[in-house]
Structure formats: structure tokens, C-alpha cells
């Protein structure tokens, strides 16, 4: 999805997910504290996060990484969504970032700096979390192959009673 396409679709979004849309496809400083404080402050003003976990040399990642682009701009409004670049090479993921546009900004992480929000650790990429508002969880290990299997998930868990 183009960004003018995600932008139009996302007009409107209230003030919190507004600006995550405004850092869109971009990588944000602060790695795993920063991303952390943008999980806790999303739940505390009531919204469901998901997070993608991605790396740019990643061949899976690349494969579902066109449905979070599709499925952020149709549920942007609702649901926070942020990415996680795990143990990559910044300017790549820069570089991947602008070829593959998603309405939602990444912080840099690595395995050991995300175990806290994965029980058990992540075990690859792609991997994706939904964190409900209270703090329920629902860990996603492995890639999304269509947006059906994606949409269900966060119709499920992020805005359903799921978590």
C-alpha cells in the first residue's frame, strides 16, 4: 500500500496513533526503552498493540511484511501497531523501510533485549505480539501468509475480548 493511500485511510486516527502514523516507516531511536515506554503508555490511554518483529534479511519477514502495510492501514485507527527491527543492520532496515512502506515507526531490538516481553524468549522472526490494554498476551511465531489469517488475529486479539 502506498503511503498516500495509508495516510488517507488513516485520517482522522485519534491524537495517539496519529503519531505513530506521522512515523511511518521510519526507525526510531531509543532501541528496546524506548519502545518499551511506547507499549506502556499506548496501553494506559486504552489501545491494543500489535508488534511486529522483523529483521530486513529476513525472507519471511519481507514476504508479510505488504500484509502489515495493508492490515495497519485498515486498522490504524483502533489498534497501535509498531514494528521491532531485531539484530539487523540499520541503514538496511532504513533502506527496506522505503521500499515497503507501513504506517507505523520500528525501534531497534535484539533477541536478548525482547526475552522481557516474550516468555521464553523469541525464538526468530518474524514474530508478532498482541498486547492487550490490561496486558493480556497472544505470540504469533511465525510468518503471516495472508491477511485473512492476520485480520483474524487482530479482530481476535487485539480488539476482541481475546487476552
Known amino acids: ?26 526507525i526510531l531511536p531509543g532501541g528496546q526503552n524506548a519502545l518499551d515506554a511506547r507499549i506502556k503508555k499506548l496501553r494506559s490511554e486504552g489501545y491494543a498493540v500489535v508488534l511486529n518483529i522483523w529483521a530486513s534479511w529476513c525472507q519471511p519477514c519481507q514476504a508479510e511484511f505488504g500484509l502489515f502495510g495493508r492490515a495497519s492501514a485498515l486498522y490504524g ?36 533485549s525482547i526475552e522481557h516481553i516474550l516468555k521464553g524468549g523469541l525464538q526468530g522472526t518474524p514474530t508478532t505480539v498482541f498486547i492487550s490494554p490490561l496486558g493480556g498476551m497472544f505470540v504469533h511465531p511465525y510468518n503471516y501468509t495472508s491477511l485473512g489469517a492476520l485480520e483474524a488475529d487482530i479482530q481476535s486479539h487485539a480488539l476482541g475480548s481475546a487476552g
Do not use: C, W
Open 1 to 26: 500500500m502506498s503511503s498516500k493511500s495509508a495516510a488517507a485511510e488513516l485520517a482522522g486516527s485519534p491524537p495517539p496513533l496519529a503519531a505513530i502514523h506521522a512515523q511511518a516507516s521510519r
Open 77 to 112: 485507527k483502533d489498534v497501535a501497531f509498531l514494528g521491532a527491527d531485531s539484530q539487523d543492520n540499520v541503514a538496511d532496515a532504513q533502506a527496506f523501510l522505503r521500499s515497503h512502506h507501513v504506517s507505523y515507526p520500528s525501534y531497534e531490538t535484539t533477541p536478548s
